[in-house]
């Protein structure tokens, strides 16, 4: 089996900061894409950015300059550091990867299950 796990959520006040991590394990025998998601209440799911197994993240343009996503592929972990949240920041967050399970040729979507970001004074 594959997992990812998501940790690092938590309440932080308007202009703060946090880091969110996402581990992968199990019988992987490579990742491609990751990605970070987050659903508001009350609203769909929505890409906050991705990144590559090799280069450089992309990001939607209401996170760009303010959040940095990076990822450590010997560890097998996505991070995603948000500086200058807003209390609009306040969601779940979900991680996502592409991943190509040992001994198979198949590829399969995966999800974490999601962390907390509370973003209020």
């Known amino acids: 089996q594959v997992q990812l796990v998501e940790s690092g959520g938590g309440l932080v006040q308007p202009g703060g900061s946090l880091r969110l991590s996402c581990a992968a394990s199990g019988t992987i025998s490579y990742i491609y894409s990751m990605a970070w998601y987050r659903q508001a209440p009350g609203k769909q799911r929505e890409l906050v950015g991705t990144?590559?197994?090799?280069?450089?993240?992309n990001y939607v343009d209401s996170v760009k300059g303010r959040f940095t996503i990076s990822r450590d592929n010997t560890d097998r972990t996505m991070y995603l550091q948000m500086n200058s949240l807003k209390p609009e920041d306040t969601a779940v967050y979900y991680c996502y990867a592409d991943i190509r399970v040992s001994g198979t040729l198949r590829r399969d979507d995966y999800w974490g299950q999601g962390t907390q970001v509370t973003v209020s004074s």
């Open positions: 990144v590559p197994d090799i280069g450089s993240a």
